[in-house]
T-cell receptor
């Protein structure tokens, strides 16, 4: 079955380190998204991509970057991790403009000490 | 900012219908209403969406008022596994997934 997977599921890092969270989907969806979720809050969009070589900033993109070299993967990089980036990160993918149905990964819990 | 208002929490007895309200009084004519849910620590799961008409699928029913200013998600026979946070989201037809998430409603199904 098609799926979307995130890795690592849990990571602890130190302030200033570079961190990359992986997201891989096998649905062949053009659209991929990264969200963060902090305790007691809804999801906030970090970056998104509508296809290979396309990337766009979301509402909380500062300190994050993404690249899209193929359809299946959208890695999220924290160039210099900060304690404010401690959060749970969700990757999602979807296809088509009108359906709006997103498929989410299981999340990556990142702790920055 | 989220364009929807939902109660922060609700309880429902197992086996009964769970009715989750959502207010979206500023919705425009080209915006869909979407419902997702998030079971503890998992990624959100799509439930249903609609524009004007009521919708039903294998998971739930969506009732949208005639003026489209509010809607209700109905889980017809709630089970303990339906305990989750339910998010009501409005999204423009041409937004290509720019979902804006609020805090949602924490639904607790009680045995």
């Amino acid at each position: 079955d098609a799926e979307i997977t995130q890795s690592p599921r849990h990571k602890i890092t130190e302030t200033g380190r570079q961190v990359t969270l992986a997201c891989h989907q096998t649905w062949n969806h053009n659209n991929m998204f990264w969200y963060r979720q902090d305790l007691g809050h809804g999801l906030r969009l970090i970056h998104y991509s509508y296809g290979v070589q396309d990337t766009n900033k979301g509402e909380v993109s500062d300190g994050y970057s993404v690249s899209r070299s193929n359809t299946e993967d959208l890695p999220l990089t924290l160039e210099s991790a900060a304690s404010s980036q401690t959060s749970v990160y969700f990757c999602a993918s979807g296809q088509g403009v009108t359906t709006g149905e997103l498929f989410f990964g299981e999340g990556s819990r990142l702790t920055v000490l | 900012d989220a364009k929807t208002t939902q109660p922060p929490s609700m309880d429902c007895a197992e086996g009964r219908a769970a009715n989750l309200p959502c207010n979206h009084s500023t919705i425009s004519g080209n915006e869909y209403v979407y419902w997702y849910r998030q079971i503890h620590s998992q990624g959100p799961q799509y439930i249903i969406h609609g524009l004007k008409n009521n919708e039903t699928n294998e998971m739930a029913s969506l009732i949208i008022t005639e003026d489209r200013k509010s809607s209700t998600l109905i889980l017809p026979h709630a089970t303990l596994r339906d305990t989750a946070v339910y998010y009501c989201i409005v999204r423009p037809i041409d937004s290509n997934y720019q979902l804006i998430w609020g805090a949602g409603t924490k639904l607790i199904i009680k045995p």
